[in-house]
């Protein structure tokens, strides 16, 4: 009878809205959210849209801040997120979205394992988009005939290993050009002469240079990254359909690009029913009016994906390819 009254009372307080003990709470708390790149880019532009929004959707509406974690395009704050991060609710990061690529062609180093975080949700499916300075060369066949420079963060960015791939699968002549902190530190070096071209999510480029792709403008978008074609970009065949049918297995280990897109993740070890605290504060959050005017507002798109989905794809991605695959991807991107 002792055991059914606590039952009644915690169910009570439960509807009422009054905290349980035991129960989750972040009331006085700060949330971090880690990213792996510099403020300027697309990174930074959803953790802040996150730090302004989730945390009226958790228990206690604690405080978020955005930290920016930099290194090998991202690795460090995976690495870190991995043996590092506290593992309360209170630690949590944007993973790169090359998180599951980088697992499969350049392993060395790495501390984390993509299918042990827990996958809070995703802001947007986003493909990469690669795109030149426009000119007489501005296409597949022109960085056939000439050396075309690409601007990157480093070999563990869509913008190295992407050209890393493609080059050899398509007789691409690839110069890297390494070192850049930010999204739109790389779209600078275009405009300045100092690279041909840069690989970028659609969004990145709609919202900052969106010019760039009217009519005879500065950008010329010549591939995309991903597993289907992005529904809001410009006509650009996908890299899995240009290459040779014996090739297109190595072309879609970047698939799970577009999948990851701008997501929010907490470190493995994450308890489960924090993991489903966060996703149902995620979920809510979608719907919220303030969160969709401010998305509006800053032309940040919102096409979202739920944590359960996005942890079963990661899982999956990381299982499908072949050993020889895996082997060959790795050859041509070190």
């Known amino acids: 009878m002792r055991i059914l009254r606590s039952l009644l009372v915690a169910i009570v307080l439960g509807v009422l809205g009054v905290p349980v003990a035991g129960a989750a709470d972040f ?19 959803y953790g802040q849209l996150l730090a302004h929004h989730f945390g009226r959707h958790l228990p206690g509406q604690p405080n978020l801040i955005v930290e920016s974690s930099l290194g090998a395009g991202g690795v460090k704050m995976l690495n870190d997120a991995a043996v590092r991060m506290r593992t309360d609710g209170t630690n949590l990061f944007i993973p790169p979205d090359t998180t599951v690529v980088i697992q499969l062609l350049q392993p060395q180093g790495l501390a984390y394992d993509a299918a042990k975080f827990r996958y809070i949700g995703t802001l947007d499916q986003e493909n990469t988009f690669w795109v030149l300075r426009r000119g007489p060369d501005a296409s597949i066949e022109g960085m ?4 075309t420079f690409m601007g990157s963060s480093g070999k563990g960015s869509t913008g190295y290993m992407i050209p890393a791939l493609a080059g050899p699968l398509l007789g691409l002549k690839i110069k890297p050009i390494a070192g850049y902190t930010s999204s739109q530190d790389m779209i600078l070096s275009m405009e300045k002469g100092e690279t041909d071209g840069t690989l970028q999510a659609w969004q990145v480029w709609k919202q ?6 009217k009519p005879d403008g500065f950008g010329v978008p010549v591939l995309q990254i991903g597993a289907v074609a992005d529904p809001d970009a410009p006509p650009t065949p996908l890299l899995r359909d240009v290459v040779s049918a014996d090739k297109k297995p190595l072309a879609s280990l970047f698939d799970t690009i577009g999948i990851l897109g701008r997501s929010l993740a907490a470190p493995p070890g994450t308890a ?4 489903a605290l966060l996703r149902k504060a995620f979920e809510d959050m979608l719907r919220d009016p ?3 005017a401010e998305a509006k507002q800053t032309k940040l798109r919102i096409l979202p994906r739920s944590g359960e989905d996005l942890q079963a794809a990661i899982e999956e991605a990381l299982v499908t390819p072949s050993a020889d695959v895996v082997r060959r991807g790795q050859e041509l991107t070190q």
Not at 28 to 43: H, L, N, Q, R
Not at 208 to 213: A, E, T
Request: glycine share 14%; no cysteine; net charge positive.
């Open 272 to 275: 489960a029913d924090m993991v």
């Open 27 to 45: 009331q006085g708390k700060t949330i971090t959210i880690f990213i792996g790149y510099g403020t300027g880019g697309s990174y930074y532009f």
């Open 208 to 213: 900052s240079r969106p010019d760039w792709f």
């Open 290 to 292: 303030e969160f969709i």
């Open 144 to 147: 056939r005939r000439r050396d």
